[in-house]
């Protein structure tokens, strides 16, 4: 099982990045693939996820409105797409999966994850 993300890097306040996680060695239909970040000190936090197979997605109140979590099935690939960045949106961005998904953006239940991206917004 592989989660590669990638697509991290630094931008300024008000910016916009795209992430990417690529997804192999496991069906990847009927799952919940969902993004967390990890701020230095902070605890792992849930930003977006989404159910592979309805589409249903969900968001941290946080990030509600700015950020959107998108799917290409044939690929295996989930993406979010982070605009209107804010400092306080710094963090290690990590994609994760699970196959039961009783609670979205809680990080316990996934038992896949990706290595992580870094996402710097600067002020």
């Known amino acids: 099982v592989q989660l590669v993300e990638s697509g991290g890097g630094s931008v300024q306040a008000g910016g916009s990045l795209r992430l990417s996680c690529a997804a192999s060695g496991f069906t990847y239909s009927n799952r919940c693939m969902g993004w967390f970040r990890q701020a230095p000190g902070n605890e792992r936090e849930g930003v977006a996820a989404?159910?592979?197979?309805?589409?249903?997605?969900y968001y941290a109140v946080s990030v509600k409105g700015r950020f959107t979590i998108s799917q290409d099935n044939a690929k295996n690939t989930v993406y979010l797409q982070m605009n209107s960045l804010k400092p306080d949106d710094t963090g290690m961005y990590y994609c994760?999966?699970?196959?039961?998904?009783?609670?979205?953006?809680?990080?316990?239940?996934?038992?896949?994850w990706g290595q992580g991206t870094q996402v710097t917004v600067s002020s």
């Open positions: 994760a999966a699970v196959s039961i998904c009783f609670s979205p953006l809680s990080s316990s239940p996934y038992n896949y």
């Open positions: 989404i159910r592979t197979g309805s589409g249903t997605t």
